[in-house]
């Protein structure tokens, strides 16, 4: 099996070092292409308006500086020689789950695979509540490979991936692994704070608040705070059909 590996933190982020252990773990055919520099926050964008640098860093491992959706791109037309059959995107430092997904470039990097037809997973490792500002990789290190493996024996329908998170816990207090759905928190997590350079002048960083939300059962939301692997399909095609119905009733008559 050849996989292909990308994150959004960077070539040298040590979430790509555990997920190159875990891939390493299902196959001896793995390749990586990163980014160069933090993507963070990119969601699904591409490079358009610059040139793509592509710098061979080792055997099958390479840097790109641009999204993660420019190194799955950069990956599967222009390394490889074929296909890969399996993408890895992470492991994020951090949960995305929720209206996370939005944003995520870890995601993205998987919708980028999905989209060119190959079976993709995202996987992110949840922190903060137990660990603070540490992030204790020792969750999906120890349980990662074998999530992977038992998601490989599902075929994914089309334009479909896997959003998988790892909940914040030693490897022996993990609960589970359990399917969800993607939560909704009940409340806003973007903050805006402002700030003045030294001429006085503001200028503002936007923020993740670290409220608790009260998550309905089912959801990743609710999976990741209740010590259990949260795996969630999620599908690229976002038709409201409810209201699609709605919509095309209306404009019938």
Known sequence: MRILLTNDD?????GLEVLEAIAREISDDVWVVAPETEQSGMSH???LHDPLRLRQMDEKRYACKGTPTDCVIMGVGHVLDHKPDLILSGVNRGQNIAEDVTYSGTVAGAMEGALLGIRSFAL??????NSKDRVDWSCVEAHGADVVRKLLKHDLPDQTLLNINFPDCAPDELASITVTSQGRRDQAQLSVNERHDGRGHPYYWLGFEGRRSDPQDGTDLHAVAHMQVSVTPLKIDLTDRSFLSRLREDFSH
């Not at 960077?10 to 040590?14: C, D, F, N, S, Y």
């Open 124 to 129: 992110s490792q949840s922190y903060g509540w």
């Open 45 to 47: 964008s591409l490079t």
């Open 10 to 14: 960077g070539i040298h982020a040590p």
